[in-house]
């Protein structure tokens, strides 16, 4: 089993829907996670952090279930620009960061 | 202010032949990270340096790879005899702080490096 696991997706929504994803971790010691946004062919960014008490911004929401050892990102009001992958980062207990392989948002009009 | 730069932006080489890539971090960011990513993957780990450590490089996979960082400045990546198993992006990151510190960790990626093996 992969240490961060990710659907890849791709996942087709129509602009303005709800769409959320799941990233799963297989190390309960793991600290710190993070979403990243990676645009085709471009290098990856920052999305959000998420808190255990869960964390929003602006359209996306953040949460983490620590007992079923995952986190979720849900986007409300998608946009066109909100194609991407997203990257799930987990730090874990040595301090060292494990990518997942990411998600393939395309919306659509 | 400028970001992280990695050169060159492409390179084409043959099989066999040996590459250096180079990181310019963001000025004051003590840590420094490789990754590789090849077509449709995720970020693979290849080697990180904070401040005067000696670097973490266990995610280099093969001796023909290493890389080499002077303080809190520029990086080098050095790939070896290089395979056509090593074409992909190789992208750069640095962070204010690093492991096992408080602050922010937040990571910063060049644009990234595009290697094509013949």
């Known amino acids: 089993r992969k240490e961060v696991e990710q659907d890849p997706g791709p996942f087709n929504v129509p602009e303005g829907a709800t769409v959320a994803f799941n990233c799963t971790y297989s190390n309960s010691a793991s600290q710190s996670f993070f979403w990243y946004r990676q645009d085709c062919r471009k290098e990856p960014k920052l999305l959000m952090s998420v808190y255990s008490s869960g964390n929003e911004d602006g359209r996306f929401t953040a949460q983490l279930n620590r007992a079923s050892q995952y986190i979720s990102l849900l986007i409300r009001d998608s946009k066109l620009s909100d194609s991407a992958t997203y990257l799930c980062v987990v730090r874990d207990s040595n301090y060292q960061l494990i990518w997942g392989a990411g998600t393939k948002l395309i919306i659509k009009p | 202010g400028a970001g992280v730069s990695q050169s060159p932006s492409n390179k084409v080489t043959e099989k066999g032949k040996d590459v250096e890539l180079r990181c310019d971090p963001i000025?004051?960011?003590?840590?420094l990270y490789w990754y590789r990513q090849r077509l449709g993957q995720g970020l693979e780990f290849l080697i990180y340096f904070q401040g005067n450590s000696a670097p973490d490089k266990s995610g280099l996979p093969s001796d023909r790879f290493s890389a080499e960082r002077t303080g809190e400045s520029v990086s080098t990546l050095t790939i070896q005899r290089t395979q056509q198993e090593d074409s992909a992006v190789y992208l750069c990151?640095?962070?204010?702080?690093?492991?096992?510190?408080?602050?922010?960790?937040?990571?910063?990626f060049g644009p990234g490096t595009r290697l094509t093996v013949l």
């Open positions: 000025s004051g960011h003590t840590a």
């Open positions: 990151a640095s962070s204010k702080n690093g492991y096992g510190t408080s602050g922010s960790y937040e990571q910063f």
